[in-house]
């Protein structure tokens, strides 16, 4: 009798432990399938103390053959208990995944350190191109209210070459001393103030002209800074993506100046263009700061340029240390002594970027400064439609750049030489202007969309270039493709000063527009492509081994 009186509780345990199941399960079944957090975790706290006290029973601590009952009911499989607890399981992992989608922002907080720094490299240079542009807009405005005339106004806009190609050399040897980091910062500082300052001075020529030659140094400095950073940060796998989406920048920047300034002028006046776009830059380098507390803190992708690379990911072939913002003199001249200046000018592939510079150069400047006025006088076009059409030339160069990086990645991740790559890309920047200017410049009858369209089209492919040359300077020497970039970029300013100006007196004495604009344009990129194809290489050079040897010899 003991015994069957001690099996009752257990008895009653296991009938009620069923139903308790059920009714369990049937909540369960009543919730919807993507139940509210709270509830399906109500639910399950619900069914698991129900298992609970089921496999425990209300009687756990007897002894003897209550002991014995218990054990025998506890290892009763249900099936169902084991997808409900699985369910609930993966409930909980949902729960976490949206969590962790919650809490990452900024959006950009997971990527990379190279690609958040390459990002904002990118809007340095929009800002730059902005405000390269605004000048060209606010020009006319300026000009009715000082009286200026087209030589004035010339002299004022050609300023900025001055400063631009005096910055080059002293850009790419900084950003090699100090860091492209640091000189990036600076000049995108420089440029801003020296922007948001003309207003002011606007009255007196001397201080005007002084203006845009400080927004020229700064924006010189620039192209160096990001080469730098490019060549310390990007393996070559990436390195075309990298230089268009920096470099890319400046079509971006083109368009965005040439669609805001005017709206902004005929609202606010000339002078709010320029108090607009410097703060912009101002508060470019406010979250710059940012970004750089983020890298210090996540050192994961960061690289140690004070170690020799294996040659494993890509990134620098040679021990290169950053020296601190506090340099002495004697360091900076020792530092000028140690480049390799005399090697750098041995190399044909040294020259052959520094002519291809100076050819697309010609091209990029004469026909973006002067193409507007092209359109107005030549097309019969009115200055509205001379301006929009003027904005076609850097969209397209946009959408070229989308295409001309990733494939020129791809055709190096599969094999393909880099040099043979880097000249495809540069062939099709030199011949795609030039057969599109030939057409243009030749009397054929066409309608004006079609010569807009061919001028666009073959200044958009000139884009390749990103991909060509201006991965070159990266290819074949990464601890100088600052410096060598502020050599060619030197040269390349060269028609900024000299190729503007040269084209109005060309079409004041020969009143042809294809032999003043279009032919010597064409005449540079034919030659340019001629001298590529034989002499440039991506092949890597030691230009410090070099040196050492050439001082061996001298020494015997």
Same mark, same amino acid.
């Given at each position: 009798?003991?015994?069957?009186?001690?099996?009752?509780?257990?008895?009653?345990?296991?009938?009620?432990?069923?139903?308790?199941? $059920?009714?369990?399960?049937?909540?369960?079944?009543?919730?919807?399938?993507?139940?509210?957090?709270?509830?399906?975790?109500?639910?399950? $706290?619900?069914? $698991?103390?129900?298992?609970?006290?089921?496999?425990?029973?209300?009687?756990?601590?007897?002894?003897?053959?209550?002991?014995?009952?218990?054990?025998?009911?506890?290892?009763?499989?249900?099936?169902? &208990?084991?997808?409900?607890?699985?369910?609930?399981?993966?409930?909980?992992?949902?729960?976490?995944?949206?969590?962790?989608?919650?809490?990452?922002?900024?959006? !950009?907080?997971?990527?990379?350190?190279?690609?958040?720094?390459?990002?904002?490299?990118?809007?340095?240079?929009?800002?730059? #191109?902005?405000?390269?542009?605004?000048?060209?807009?606010? *020009?006319?405005?300026?000009?009715?209210?000082?009286?200026?005339?087209?030589?004035?106004?010339?002299?004022?806009?050609?300023?900025?070459?001055?400063?631009?190609?005096?910055?080059?050399?002293?850009?790419?040897?900084?950003?090699?001393?100090?860091?492209? $980091?640091?000189?990036?910062?600076?000049?995108?500082?420089?440029?801003?103030?020296?922007?948001?300052?003309?207003?002011?001075?606007?009255?007196?020529?001397?201080?005007?002209?002084?203006?845009?030659?400080?927004?020229?140094?700064?924006?010189?400095?620039?192209?160096?800074?990001?080469?730098?950073?490019?060549?310390?940060?990007?393996?070559?796998?990436?390195?075309?993506?990298?230089?268009? &989406?920096?470099?890319?920048?400046?079509?971006?920047?083109?368009?965005?100046?040439?669609?805001?300034?005017?709206?902004?002028?005929? #609202?606010?006046?000339?002078?709010?263009?320029?108090?607009?776009?410097?703060?912009?830059?101002?508060?470019?380098?406010?979250?710059?700061?940012?970004?750089?507390?983020?890298?210090?803190?996540?050192?994961?992708?960061?690289? #140690?340029?004070?170690?020799?690379?294996?040659?494993?990911?890509? *990134?620098?072939?040679?021990?290169?240390?950053?020296?601190?913002?506090?340099?002495?003199?004697?360091?900076?001249?020792?530092?000028?002594?140690? &480049?390799?200046?005399?090697?750098?000018?041995?190399?044909?592939?040294?020259?052959?970027?520094?002519?291809?510079?100076?050819?697309?150069? !010609?091209?990029?400047?004469? +026909?973006?400064?002067?193409?507007?006025?092209?359109?107005?006088?030549?097309?019969?076009?009115?200055?509205?439609?001379?301006?929009?059409?003027?904005?076609?030339?850097?969209?397209?160069?946009? *959408?070229?750049?989308?295409?001309?990086?990733?494939?020129?990645?791809?055709?190096?991740?599969?094999?393909?030489?880099?040099?043979?790559?880097?000249?495809?890309?540069?062939?099709?920047?030199?011949?795609?202007?030039?057969?599109?200017?030939?057409?243009?410049?030749?009397?054929?009858?066409?309608?004006?969309?079609?010569?807009?369209?061919?001028?666009?089209?073959?200044?958009?492919?000139?884009?390749?270039?990103?991909?060509?040359?201006? +991965?070159?300077?990266?290819?074949?020497?990464?601890?100088?493709?600052?410096?060598?970039?502020?050599?060619? #970029?030197?040269?390349?300013?060269?028609?900024?000063?000299?190729? &503007?100006?040269?084209?109005?007196?060309?079409?004041?004495?020969?009143?042809?527009?294809?032999?003043?604009?279009?032919?010597?344009?064409?005449?540079?990129?034919?030659?340019?492509?001629?001298? !590529?194809?034989?002499?440039?290489?991506?092949?890597?050079?030691?230009?410090?081994?070099?040196?050492?040897?050439?001082?061996?010899?001298?020494?015997?």
């Amino acid at each position: 009798m003991a015994s069957t009186s001690a099996l009752q509780p257990e008895r009653c345990c296991l009938l009620a432990a069923p139903r308790r199941r $059920r009714q369990a399960h049937h909540l369960l079944r009543m919730l919807p399938p993507r139940a509210p957090p709270a509830l399906s975790f109500l639910s399950r $706290r619900l069914f $698991r103390r129900g298992a609970a006290r089921f496999s425990s029973g209300d009687g756990g601590g007897r002894a003897g053959s209550a002991g014995a009952v218990e054990k025998r009911s506890v290892p009763v499989p249900v099936p169902e &208990v084991a997808e409900v607890k699985r369910g609930g399981d993966r409930g909980d992992e949902e729960e976490e995944e949206e969590g962790k989608l919650e809490l990452t922002w900024p959006p !950009w907080e997971g990527l990379p350190e190279r690609y958040r720094l390459m990002g904002a490299t990118s809007l340095a240079f929009v800002i730059c #191109n902005m405000d390269k542009v605004n000048l060209s807009v606010a *020009i006319i405005p300026m000009s009715h209210q000082y009286g200026w005339n087209s030589s004035t106004a010339g002299l004022v806009q050609s300023s900025f070459f001055w400063g631009y190609a005096l910055s080059q050399l002293p850009g790419g040897w900084l950003a090699k001393l100090i860091g492209g $980091r640091t000189v990036l910062k600076v000049g995108v500082l420089v440029w801003s103030l020296s922007t948001a300052i003309i207003p002011a001075v606007a009255g007196f020529m001397p201080g005007l002209v002084l203006s845009r030659i400080l927004v020229g140094i700064g924006e010189g400095v620039s192209p160096s800074a990001a080469t730098d950073l490019i060549a310390r940060t990007i393996p070559i796998q990436e390195r075309s993506r990298a230089v268009a &989406v920096v470099f890319g920048g400046l079509s971006f920047g083109s368009v965005l100046g040439y669609l805001f300034a005017p709206p902004i002028i005929q #609202n606010l006046g000339w002078e709010s263009v320029f108090y607009i776009f410097g703060l912009l830059g101002v508060i470019w380098c406010i979250v710059f700061e940012s970004i750089k507390e983020l890298q210090s803190s996540d050192n994961e992708d960061t690289l #140690n340029l004070e170690q020799t690379d294996t040659g494993s990911n890509g *990134i620098i072939s040679s021990p290169t240390s950053l020296k601190s913002s506090d340099t002495s003199l004697e360091e900076m001249k020792d530092s000028i002594k140690d &480049v390799p200046w005399r090697e750098f000018f041995k190399s044909k592939a040294v020259w052959a970027m520094i002519y291809a510079h100076f050819c697309g150069s !010609w091209g990029h400047y004469t +026909c973006l400064s002067w193409l507007p006025t092209f359109f107005s006088e030549e097309l019969d076009l009115n200055l509205t439609e001379a301006a929009w059409v003027s904005i076609l030339p850097p969209l397209g160069s946009m *959408i070229i750049t989308s295409i001309a990086a990733p494939f020129a990645d791809n055709l190096i991740s599969t094999g393909v030489d880099t040099t043979k790559v880097r000249k495809i890309c540069q062939t099709i920047a030199f011949l795609s202007p030039a057969a599109f200017m030939m057409l243009s410049s030749v009397d054929l009858g066409l309608p004006p969309w079609v010569i807009v369209a061919f001028l666009t089209s073959g200044l958009a492919l000139s884009s390749f270039a990103l991909a060509g040359l201006y +991965c070159t300077h990266q290819d074949i020497s990464r601890e100088y493709a600052s410096i060598l970039l502020g050599i060619t #970029n030197t040269v390349g300013a060269v028609p900024g000063i000299v190729g &503007v100006a040269l084209t109005g007196y060309l079409v004041d004495t020969t009143h042809s527009w294809s032999i003043s604009l279009f032919a010597p344009s064409i005449f540079f990129y034919l030659t340019g492509t001629v001298v !590529w194809l034989t002499f440039a290489s991506s092949e890597p050079q030691d230009f410090n081994k070099s040196a050492s040897e050439s001082l061996a010899e001298s020494n015997q």
